[in-house]
């Protein structure tokens, strides 16, 4: 009997460890090599607080919690800032190194020996030794940790991971800032495996560096990986699953040694044939698609007419009044100056020198190759110009963070679109709001109210902007099952969630069909009334002929004229540059 | 004085192991952007076919190594070719190609050491003569790593620089959707980069056996070791990547000077927090095309 507890109890441990390493990998997908460590010095901290100054086991759990978060913010600070890969050279180093500390730091931790004589927890003055008694604690901390992973995953906080997770430069032009919600996604995730080390210290009353090696980082993978990563109980599945089974090869006669490396050689096994045949684990991200239900939806999809898929009538009821066609009294909204950026000796774009007036729309045309969308990553903020100026209004924006930019109402959509796939529409429109409490650790845990409050005004306007562009009945579906056309729409209400008053449209037509695009431009033309400023690259001159206030012509990484569109057209020499006739 | 040159010379050794490593985990890092954490299984199967060719054949050592390097060239072929080339062909992300990875280390590592033991396997038939040149000395073995990490080195840039194939490589480095465009076969880039990037750390994993003995366990010590350089020499430069490992063989042999040897690998480390807080994209590197925006 208590064999068989005791295994629920190995069970709750593990379930916790990759509760929170299904945080890291799973929902932000950080590769992590270092869960083991964060196990492994929870586990010692606790037992020298319990060994040495004899206090509660509960401010032993906390102190090991803070060295692990510590310890994981002086590695994922330098590795995160540069790029995700360096996270799996750190993190690994880490585990190394962690180890190294725990067998030859002899004076504290005893080496290879390990620690014995670790106390059992005290609770309420009652010592909890067998695992009968042991079973209710583990069970009550494995539900929290489950508690803290579920409100992280359902607040906008664990949106925004979502969102990172499937394309960071489309978060980041939301105003996101990538490297902070991954650093703290990971000291998090470390934190609460330090739980999970200091009750096995507590329960098993010894530890010794051989727990906490890269064979049982490799154990956690496998737990994530099996139940089905970014899934809230998928770990716990995997946690039962593969606990059950190590316990079982106890029973089978086989020394220790073959035991301990069939068991690996299986992880490996598992982790291959997984990622080969169910990457998504066994219960996988959504659980089942209502496949058939789709089906249908499609079907009424293709009865209504495209024409009629921009609700004008509705925007009033999305943005309120119109506050009126911004005038342009107070000079240009944006203004480039001599902006230069340059590819390894490429100049992409050299000398531009243009402005974006208010309330206005201005088409950025010139032949593939001539850097308009460089210029809209340069004014963004992804590649800042080398020399130039940009300027906001009155504020230099030259230097700005490709994050803050969207912050001061600067907003774009991608050639590429850069939706987040695996994310529902909704959700898509929603991680777009601005100014989100729960994007914030605190608020996400500590204003509960507020933070319910924001979502639900922010799922009234998202809804609103999905109506807009005629995506509402879709809000359920995932953005990657969307048609090309629909996805089209839903960068477009994406970029209207961010409420931002300049919009760099990159290509919003390519690609669609001429009926579709013809009720494209009333809706854009609709969103000067509601005092917003417009920048569109466009290759169709129709289009540029029908909807533009203003032509910036460029060519070469050179802006060669600015004026009316009539009068650029007029000129021969562009239309040769342009048609190469 | 003496100590120092003494500890510089054991840089040098060490250095020219952490090279190979490193130029060779960069090669295909840069190249097919997968984090190939398998890389160490191809050391670990280096090391072992040569010890079976060398110890359970009899071979001459010089065979038993070609021997080895041809079984590192056929896994990493096996790799390349079959596993991570139907993972892309599924649309996996990096994530589940390097998962993937992953579990074949985990793998490779455990059946050698289920079949082989977890005691360190030597190579025997290495002619080792000590060297005494006034107070400093090292062996002929020392010798062979430093000469063979140079000439590979040296040989390889000399491929990528003149040869079709090289050019190609260089290509799908700097920027692999234009190399397709232009038609350039991408499988076969990536199975060429995975032959040249075995032929070094197969060399490298003889070399380490050949001085310390094999450890199944070895396989993820040499992960470690590729990465490192690369991310202090920069993703790309393969040069950069050499001088590297140099860089980390030197630090920790100096940092032996004060420090217990057990604490090696939090010197490496220290080096390579410090490059990436003070020059994230790495000491010789540039910041490598990651794809249109």
């Not at chain 1, 037992?47 to 590695?75: D, Q």
């Not at chain 1, 725990?102 to 059992?120: E, F, K, S, Y």
């Not at chain 1, 032509?551 to 650029?568: S, T």
């Not at chain 2, 985990?25 to 952007?33: C, K, P, S």
Request: hydrophobic share 50%; proline share 3%; charged share 15%.
């Amino acid at each position: 009997m208590d064999y068989l507890i005791h295994i629920v109890i190995m069970i709750c441990i593990y379930s916790i460890l990759g509760v929170s390493f299904n945080l890291i990998l799973g929902y932000t997908g950080l590769i992590a090599m270092c869960h083991a460590a964060f196990f492994g010095i929870g586990a010692y901290v606790a037992a020298l607080v319990g060994i040495h100054y004899g206090l509660n086991f509960l401010l032993g759990i906390v102190a090991g919690m803070v060295v692990a978060g510590l310890i994981g913010l002086l590695v994922a600070l330098p590795a995160l800032r540069v790029r995700d890969e360096y996270l799996i050279v750190t993190t690994l180093a880490l585990l190394m190194i962690i180890y190294t500390v725990m067998m030859n730091w002899m004076d504290v931790t005893r080496g290879a020996a390990g620690l014995t004589g670790i106390p059992r927890p005290r609770v309420l003055g009652l010592e909890i030794s067998t695992p009968l008694e042991f079973l209710p604690l583990m069970v009550i901390f494995g539900i929290l940790c489950l508690l803290i992973s579920r409100r992280i995953v359902r607040s906008p906080f664990g949106r925004a991971l979502k969102a990172i997770r499937e394309d960071e430069i489309g978060a980041q032009a939301l105003g996101k800032s990538i490297g902070s919600y991954k650093i703290r996604v990971f000291v998090i995730g470390g934190a609460l495996a330090a739980i999970a080390g200091s009750l096995l210290a507590h329960y098993t009353t010894y530890i010794s560096p051989f727990y906490f090696t890269l064979t049982d980082t490799i154990f956690i993978f496998a737990v994530v990986i099996v139940g089905g990563t970014a899934n809230l109980w998928g770990p716990v599945v995997g946690a039962a699953l593969l606990v059950t089974v190590t316990e079982a090869l106890r029973f089978m006669a086989l020394s220790p040694l073959i035991v301990g490396f069939t068991r690996q050689m299986a992880y490996g096994l598992i982790l291959i044939l997984f990622m080969v045949f169910r990457p998504q684990g066994l219960l996988g991200e959504f659980g089942r698609k209502p496949e058939e239900e789709r089906e249908i939806g499609d079907e009424e999809e293709g009865e209504t007419p495209a024409k009629e898929r921009f609700l004008i009538s509705e925007a009033r009821e999305i943005f309120g009044k119109p506050a009126g066609q911004a005038t342009g009294a107070n000079g240009p909204l944006l203004r480039l100056e001599r902006v230069s950026r340059s590819f390894g000796g490429i100049h992409a774009v050299e000398g531009c020198t243009f402005s974006l007036e208010e309330g206005k729309i201005t088409g950025l045309i010139g032949p593939n190759g001539a850097g308009k969308t460089t210029l809209f990553n340069v004014i963004t903020g992804i590649y800042p110009a080398e020399s130039g100026s940009v300027h906001y209004e009155d504020l230099e924006i030259t230097k700005t963070a490709a994050h803050q930019v969207p912050k001061m109402g600067i907003g774009r959509t991608f050639q590429n679109l850069r939706l987040f796939n695996r994310m529902t529409v909704l959700e898509n429109v929603l991680v777009a709001c601005p100014d989100q409490i729960g994007e914030r650790i605190w608020g996400a845990f500590f204003r509960f109210g507020k933070v319910k409050e924001q979502e639900e005004t922010n799922r009234k306007k998202a809804m609103g902007y999905l109506k807009f562009v005629g995506l509402e009945e879709k809000a359920g579906e995932l953005a990657e099952d969307l048609s090309f056309a629909e996805q089209k729409l839903l960068s477009l209400a994406r970029l209207l969630a961010t409420e931002s008053r300049l919009m760099l449209l990159d290509e919003p037509a390519s690609g669609l069909d001429p009926v579709f695009m013809e009720s494209l431009y009333p809706m854009i033309r609709e969103l000067l009334r509601y005092g917003k400023t417009v920048c569109i690259v466009e290759h169709n001159m129709d289009v540029i002929r029908a909807i533009v206030d203003e032509v910036v012509f460029m060519d070469q990484g050179r802006v060669l004229a600015q004026g009316p569109p009539e009068e650029i057209m007029k000129s021969s020499q562009l239309t040769e540059i342009y048609f190469g006739s | 004085m003496a100590l120092f040159v003494q500890l510089l010379l054991n840089g040098i050794w060490s250095g020219s192991v952490y090279a190979l490593l490193g130029v060779s985990w960069g090669l295909i890092f840069a190249a097919t952007r997968t984090f190939h954490f398998a890389h160490g299984a191809t050391f670990v199967v280096a090391a072992y076919f040569t010890y079976i060719i060398r110890s359970g054949l009899g071979a001459p050592l010089v065979l038993a190594a070609v021997g080895g390097i041809l079984a590192a060239v056929l896994f990493g072929l096996i790799v390349e070719g079959i596993l991570y080339q139907w993972l892309r062909r599924s649309y996996a992300t990096a994530l589940v190609i390097f998962i993937a990875s992953l579990g074949v280390l985990i793998f490779v590592e455990n059946t050698v050491a289920m079949i082989f033991g977890t005691d360190a396997k030597s190579l025997t038939g290495f002619p080792i003569k000590t060297i005494r040149i006034g107070v400093v000395g090292f062996t002929t073995l020392h010798l062979t790593m430093l000469f063979t990490a140079l000439l590979l080195v040296i040989a390889l840039m000399a491929f990528l620089e003149k040869t079709n194939q090289g050019k190609a490589i260089r290509a799908v480095i700097s920027n692999p959707e234009m190399a397709e465009v232009i038609g350039i076969n991408i499988r076969k880039v990536f199975l060429s980069v995975h032959v040249l990037a075995a032929i070094l750390v197969g060399s490298a994993a003889i070399l380490t056996t050949l001085e310390r003995g094999g450890t199944p366990d070895l396989g993820h010590w040499a992960i470690l070791y590729a990465f490192m350089p690369v991310i202090i020499g920069g993703v790309g430069s393969m040069p950069g990547a050499a001088v590297a490992g140099y860089i980390v063989g030197f630090a920790e042999s100096i940092g032996i000077w004060k420090i217990a040897s057990q604490w090696q690998l939090g010197i490496a480390f220290i080096v390579l927090l410090a490059v990436l807080v003070l020059r994230p994209n790495g000491l010789f590197g540039f910041s490598v095309y990651r794809g249109k925006i």
